[in-house]
């Protein structure tokens, strides 16, 4: 069961930083009903505003590919029907992974909170 749980958080960590990502691609970051909340110096300078974008597009999709790797030994581990098990460093090492991948999602939108300064 606590592999099955941590499957579903690596997935939705992935679905959630495409999503963002996908924001970013679209050039709708500053955009308050579909983005996020950035400083207003972002939001009326066209070159802070493409930064921004380009930001959120690049981090948050490598957030996503990064939260996909730990699928392959977890799924492994589903499949081999109790045969297989994960050490508590193992677990731990999931922990610290997804927390680094967070960690990464995180970036561009700090980042942005200091682009007006």
Not at 50 to 75: D, E, M, Q, R
Not at 84 to 90: F, L, P, Q, V, Y
């Amino acid at each position: 069961m606590a592999y099955l749980f941590i499957l579903c958080c690596f997935v939705l960590l992935a679905v959630v930083t495409l999503l963002a990502a996908r924001v970013g691609h679209r050039g709708k970051v500053c955009d308050r009903s579909v983005g996020y909340e950035v400083p207003d110096e972002v939001k009326r300078d066209p070159a802070l505003r493409a930064k921004a974008n380009s930001l959120v597009a690049h981090w948050c999709t490598g957030a996503a590919i990064l939260s996909l790797a730990p699928l392959i030994p977890v799924g492994n581990v589903l499949f081999a029907d109790g045969d297989r098990s994960i050490g508590t460093w193992g677990l731990l090492a999931f922990a610290a992974y997804g927390l680094v991948v967070v960690v990464v999602a995180g970036y561009p939108f700090e980042k942005i909170k200091h682009l007006a300064s």
